[in-house]
């Protein structure tokens, strides 16, 4: 009678929830059917998530609940009909019942995060579900709860747009086993059952991410979630631009670009870190056309170079920019090689009913502007690469690449909508437009966009002044505003993250120790739109760049010569399209069965946190033996922590090929050197054989190191040497 009561009270629960939050329940032919031991673990979003799964999971499960939470009056509503079966932390005996009942056949409801989410992403994880599973030989159902955080229930209150009957899903996943190893230690099998679990977590959230989309229609989604009034972009102005007015404003050029004739091909986007820029990117999505983001830093030959391979006819620019940056040489460029059209122009033209028709649009309109045979595996933006190591590739992401891989970031980093983003980096760089644009504005995030990361004294103000959460940069920009910087600039940031370069121990140090924040270091490249690989608060180790991001997978590939590591190959939703060729976009060069080879040789240790050794390219053949060229600017990064130092392989008929030094530290020497690298653990065969003095590292707009124009520098200088060493001696150019 008791089991007939419980059945009916869970098909009116069902019933109501269906009406009233239109609850959706995907999966569930994942949820097994036979007999079997299961834990079933959820994310922890709202006080209806277990009604919720009370209601919709089939059978009878077992809730573990929090004792105090178990003595709310309100729960007792459902303990008097639904087993619950209340735990303390500070007491083993619950955690034995539990055991015993997964022993006996029954199925146990763990919410791992132990309490409600006040952020909307994973939170802290603990061990007891995946000890409960091992201890009980049962297998792992991970479950994700989406919508709940939006209702009353939630804790999200001020963070995103509330609604009374938000609509839900509910997303079952198959089961997993934990495959923790029995013969660990206690303290390190307790620390990796931890890490299975929160890797199950987030790679539930990760996969029931709505990825196959448009940005356009992310946007419209953003805006239906966190509301058209949530501000999230501001810049130099200082007047914020709302969600809703960005999707008008892109709306509204759309509509002037097209009388225009912007209508087909790769549109070339000139443009600073602005947000006309980001309003152009987005108006080019609504039209279906692919913004290629182009740097204005690379030089006239490097731009040149983009516009051929990517075929771009028309480029979006603005007077007002090719003035105050001094591009007047490379505009004219640019005009014997493209039509440019000013944005000044084009707002010119803008009427009244213009703006009109894209309010109307924007109100009631189906979500997007144009062909609905644009997907979310679409071409949406072509980016060119640094070129820190050879001439600059054109990079084709789709949609569904850059909403992926915010997905996989947000997964592991708990931003929410109340942070807010400084974003320096440019938008023409992957980190700056994926993780730094796109990553905000589909998560309600506001960001302020400053033209130039260069600017080390005047940043710090502006992150104060905008009262920014979220910092990013590269090492070489972070350590140029620990220079200037006073500890009450940063007081409001509480996520600093540092790509693009290696995060140096100075660096880290100092931010440490002078403003009491940890830098968070990821791995990235172009082609993985971009992030790879990142640490974060719960999971991070120094001198890594973190763990892989979820719905990543990784092989390593040995590389004759090294022994510990290999080079990394990666799949994944986030991976490329392709490069593209002479601007033909219907046969794009692309990763051979979805692996893209990143070139770069790394170690994955047993907690899967990845320890770059350097570039395929960064490695030489000295006297038989494979030497690392990161490895030795490591250690001189320690003997020499104020100065910059790069160290480039030239050929050799002696040994192969003999390592060069190019440093701007006028006092450095070859004894104290040695000293350093044996000390270090070196041995004598990686000593540069010559050190070469420059009052300056040529360096690439995003930061980096231009080992292209060094290599250059050391071959030239060698190549002199060997036809006249004296004269060298005495050159501008100071030999050691």
């Known amino acids: 009678m008791k089991q007939l009561k419980r059945q009916c009270l869970k098909w009116l629960a069902r019933l109501l929830f269906k009406i009233i939050y239109r609850v959706e329940v995907r999966g569930l032919d994942n949820y097994p059917r036979e007999e079997g031991n299961y834990v079933v673990i959820a994310n922890h979003v709202s006080y209806l998530d277990g009604p919720l799964l009370m209601s919709f999971i089939p059978n009878m499960p077992v809730f573990a609940i929090n004792k105090d939470v178990n003595e709310k009056w309100w729960a007792k509503i459902f303990t008097r009909h639904f087993e619950m079966y209340p735990l303390d932390s500070g007491k083993s005996m619950a955690v034995k019942g539990l055991i015993k009942m997964l022993r006996k056949g029954r199925r146990v409801v763990i919410f791992p995060e132990g309490r409600i989410s006040n952020t909307g992403t994973i939170m802290k994880v603990y061990e007891g579900a995946g000890k409960i599973a091992q201890l009980g030989n049962a297998d792992i159902i991970p479950v994700r709860i989406d919508g709940a955080q939006y209702s009353r229930f939630g804790r999200l209150q001020g963070k995103v747009k509330q609604r009374m009957f938000p609509k839900i899903t509910l997303t079952i996943c198959p089961p997993q086993a934990l495959d923790v190893p029995a013969h660990l230690p206690v303290k390190k099998r307790k620390q990796q059952i931890r890490l299975r679990i929160y890797d199950l977590m987030i790679a539930t959230f990760y996969a029931t991410s709505n990825t196959d989309t448009t940005l356009t229609q992310a946007l419209c989604e953003s805006i239906n979630n966190y509301g058209g009034e949530q501000k999230i972009i501001e810049d130099m102005q200082r007047e914020a631009m709302s969600l809703q007015r960005l999707r008008i404003a892109s709306l509204v050029l759309s509509d002037a670009l097209a009388k225009k004739g912007v209508c087909e091909g790769n549109i070339g986007v000139f443009l600073p870190n602005v947000m006309a820029t980001v309003v152009t990117f987005y108006a080019l999505q609504e039209m279906g056309l692919v913004a290629a983001m182009l740097n204005y830093t690379a030089g006239e030959d490097n731009i040149k170079s983009a516009l051929d391979s990517a075929d771009i006819k028309i480029i979006l620019t603005s007077r007002k920019f090719i003035e105050m940056a001094g591009l007047q040489s490379v505009l004219t460029m640019l005009e014997q090689c493209s039509q440019i059209i000013y944005l000044e122009d084009v707002r010119q033209s ?290 020499w922590p104020d100065n910059q130092h790069c160290v480039c392989a030239v050929s050799s008929e002696r040994k192969g090929e003999k390592l060069v030094l190019l440093t701007d530290k006028l006092a450095a020497d070859r004894h104290t050197l040695r000293q350093h690298i044996l000390a270090a653990g070196g041995v004598e065969i990686m000593l540069p054989d010559e050190i070469l003095y420059l009052q300056e590292l040529p360096r690439l707009g995003n930061g980096k190191l231009d080992y292209t124009s060094l290599q250059k520098i050391a071959t030239s200088h060698f190549a002199a040497a060997q036809g006249n060493t004296a004269a060298n001696r005495g050159a501008d150019l100071h030999v050691q």
């Open 350 to 639: 803008v009427q009244f009913k213009d703006k009109l028709k894209a309010l109307v649009k924007a109100k009631f309109g189906a979500g997007t502007a144009y062909s609905s045979s644009v997907t979310a595996q679409h071409p949406a933006v072509i980016l060119f690469t640094s070129g820190s190591s050879g001439t600059p590739k054109a990079v084709v992401l789709s949609h569904k690449n850059l909403l992926a891989n915010s997905a996989q970031v947000k997964a592991t980093i708990d931003f929410n909508s109340q942070d807010i983003f400084f974003n320096a980096l440019p938008l023409f760089h992957t980190f700056g437009l994926g993780v730094g644009m796109v990553l905000p504005v589909i998560s309600g995030i506001k960001t302020f966009l400053y033209p130039s990361p260069l600017h080390y004294k005047t940043i710090p103000e502006f992150v104060y002044d905008s009262r920014a959460t979220v910092l990013f940069g590269t090492n070489t920009f972070l350590q140029g505003y620990a220079r200037h910087a006073e500890c009450d600039h940063f007081q409001y940031l509480r996520i600093v993250i540092a790509g693009a370069e290696k995060l140096t121990a100075k660096t880290r140090h100092q931010w440490l120790t002078k403003y009491a924040k940890k830098i968070l270091e990821g791995y990235g490249v172009t082609e993985t739109s971009p992030a790879l690989s990142l640490n974060n608060y719960s999971y991070n180790k120094d001198d890594t760049v973190g763990r892989l991001l979820p719905g990543i997978e990784y092989q390593l590939k040995p590389v004759e010569g090294i022994t510990a590591g290999g080079r990394l190959w990666v799949k994944g939703d986030n991976i490329m399209l392709g490069y593209v060729r002479a601007g033909d976009m219907h046969n794009l060069d692309r990763p051979e069965q979805g692996w893209y080879d990143t070139g770069d040789i790394v170690d994955v240790d047993e907690d899967g946190f990845i320890t770059i050794l350097g570039r395929a390219k960064r490695f030489a053949k000295v006297a038989g033996e494979m030497i690392s060229l990161a490895k030795i600017e490591l250690w001189l990064e320690t003997l």
